[in-house]
């Protein structure tokens, strides 16, 4: 129905009127950039092209395949381990001077999707939560960074820890970030608030006051499956979130295991 039929409808029913709201546009695969085909609509894979000469980085273990002339090396960086990564990545060089070279990365966790990031887009930067990075761009740099709030309460009840990533980049790099299900985008106006679980939230860019806010009863928050506090993100800016949260997933299995 057209929103003026919908309205209607509400009226004649004596039900309040649709307030306005941030509707979330899907990812599509067409955000990616020059050089990356991508594979499959969900369990993502991609596969990258590397010109003569030039390195991708990438998480370990997220490799799937790569071509001859591809040389593989590791790079130490102790700072990821504080914002959820390994001490160890992983560079990928065209050393061959291989116009076809390429190297494929495959999202390094179950029931994964791939988000591409073009951090110019972003103003050059990205707060994300531990350990969505899995590959980037050179000039990308991943650092620990503390949670933008103004609340004690939101490090610790928020569904992030206290240090999460900052990803940023100077010039027109793009990141890619792993997320679970199908990753929605929400574009926040000025002071426009959404709540969103937890365990959803991917990433959001600088401008977003990141806080928490009480919902339900006590009976909700211990009956209902859902927590005592959501996530509440304030713009402007915007929002990456997940349909599949696998530290819903993990708490699922344990408690059904517990109970078996």
Same mark, same amino acid.
Not at 222 to 240: D, H, K, Q, R, S
């Given at each position: 129905?057209? @929103? ?8 004649a029913?004596?039900m309040?009127?649709?307030? @306005? ?10 955000v *990616? @950039? ?15 092209? #590397? ?16 071509? $001859? ?10 700072? +990821?381990?504080?914002?959820? &990564?390994? #001490? *160890? ?5 065209? /050393?061959?001077? %291989?116009?076809?070279? *390429? ?16 951090l ?13 990075w899995?590959?980037? $761009?050179?000039g ?8 933008? +709030? ?11 820890s206290?240090l ?7 010039? $027109? &790099?793009?990141a890619?970030?792993n997320?679970g299900g /199908?990753?929605?985008?929400? %574009? ?8 969103? %679980? +937890? ?5 959001? +860019?600088?401008?977003?006051? *990141? ?8 009976? /909700?928050c211990?009956?209902?499956? &859902? ?5 509440? #993100? ?7 979130v997940?349909?599949?949260?696998? &530290? ?8 059904n295991?517990?109970?078996?």
């Open positions: 129905c057209a @929103p003026s039929q919908v309205a209607r409808q509400l009226r029913a004596g309040p009127p649709m307030l @306005p709201y941030t509707k979330p546009k899907v990812m599509e695969r067409g *990616f @950039p020059a050089g990356v085909e991508v594979h499959g609509e969900k369990y993502m894979g991609m596969t990258r092209a #590397l010109a003569p000469g030039e390195m991708y980085t990438a998480e370990k273990g997220s490799m799937l395949w790569m071509s $001859d002339g591809v040389q593989m090396s590791m790079a130490f960086n102790m700072s +990821t381990i504080f914002s959820g &990564e390994g #001490l *160890f990545r992983i560079n990928f060089q065209n /050393t061959a001077n %291989d116009q076809n070279a *390429f190297v494929g990365i495959g999202a390094n966790a179950p029931m994964g999707s791939l988000i591409p990031v073009h110019k887009s972003h103003n050059g930067a990205l707060y994300a939560k531990r350990g969505a899995l590959a980037n $761009d050179p990308v740099e991943v650092a620990p960074a503390f949670l933008p +709030t103004r609340s004690m309460v939101a490090c610790c009840a928020g569904g992030m206290p999460i990533q900052k990803i940023s980049a100077r010039g $027109d &790099e793009t890619v970030l997320a /199908t990753v929605l985008r929400l %574009d926040l106006a000025l002071g426009e608030e959404v709540l969103v %679980d +937890t365990g959803s939230v991917v990433a959001f +860019t600088e401008g977003v006051r *990141f806080e928490v806010r009480r919902v339900g009863s006590l009976g /909700t211990l009956f209902a499956g &859902e927590a005592c506090f959501n996530t509440l #993100l304030v713009g402007p800016g915007t929002v990456y997940q349909t599949v949260s696998y &530290e819903r997933i993990i708490a699922n299995f344990a408690t295991h517990a109970s078996s």
